[in-house]
T-cell receptor
Framework: DQQVKQNSPSLSVQEGRISILNCDYTNSMFDYFLWYKKYPAEGPTFLISISSIKDKNEDGRFTVFLNKSAKHLSLHIVPSQPGDSAVYFCAASALSNFGNEKLTFGTGTRLTIIP | DSGVTQTPKHLITATGQRVTLRCSPRSGDLSVYWYQQSLDQGLQFLIQYYNGEERAKGNILERFSAQQFPDLHSELNLSSLELGDSALYFC????????????FGNGTRLTVT
């Protein structure tokens, strides 16, 4: 049962353009969402998070949008740079449910930025 | 550098054997998590410890066990290994359970032959 889904295994974007990565979830108990970036031979690196009380969080070139009614979140990267080429994982947890701080991950989207 | 150290980086062993993976969390972090990533899969949660106590369990096989020691480092023990156990095993740590991001180590790649 895949509770966090990233339906696009890969995405290619021209340098300087906007990259939009999507994530859907099914568990209505999830109330904290994160995006991680992973380079080959390294562990995932935290990028940005959002709590369910917000619908947008911005950090530099990265913005995460949350649509609770649609159970959908997206990560926007503007402008895209070659160093952004990596695998991006969406993750979620149910913080309000005591003992459920563990993160549930999607299967990842491989982003390639074309120079 | 996340500050989370995992050893060894690579491990090759035969079916039926037992291995131990080690993790040192970031300085000050009390919570440790173990995740498994099989080929082309997302990270699957195995188990979480907080300050030496088991806090949450995921789909961890009975052949697998873990513990967190008083110095807060953690070990994941995998026994009676099968070919399907070949995967990347990640350790992550956070200051405390809750609203803080997990910081991941670079993983241990286990190959069972």
């Amino acid at each position: 049962d895949q509770q966090v889904k990233q339906n696009s295994p890969s995405l290619s974007v021209q340098e300087g353009r906007i990259s939009i990565l999507n994530c859907d979830y099914t568990n209505s108990m999830f109330d904290y969402f994160l995006w991680y970036k992973k380079y080959p031979a390294e562990g995932p690196t935290f990028l940005i998070s959002i709590s369910s009380i917000k619908d947008k969080n911005e950090d530099g070139r990265f913005t995460v949008f949350l649509n609770k009614s649609a159970k959908h979140l997206s990560l926007h990267i503007v402008p895209s740079q070659p160093g952004d080429s990596a695998v991006y994982f969406c993750a979620a947890s149910a913080l309000s449910n005591f003992g459920n701080e563990k993160l549930t991950f999607g299967t990842g989207t491989r982003l390639t930025i074309i120079p | 550098d996340s500050g989370v150290t995992q050893t060894p980086k690579h491990l090759i062993t035969a079916t039926g054997q037992r291995v131990t993976l080690r993790c040192s969390p970031r300085s000050g972090d009390l919570s440790v998590y173990w995740y498994q990533q099989s080929l082309d899969q997302g990270l699957q949660f195995l188990i979480q410890y907080y300050n030496g106590e088991e806090r949450a369990k995921g789909n961890i096989l009975e052949r697998f066990s873990a513990q967190q020691f008083p110095d807060l480092h953690s070990e994941l023990n995998l026994s009676s290994l099968e070919l399907g156990d070949s995967a990347l095993y990640f350790c992550a740590s956070s200051v405390a359970p809750g609203n803080s991001p997990l910081h991941f180590g670079n993983g241990t790649r286990l190959t069972v032959t």
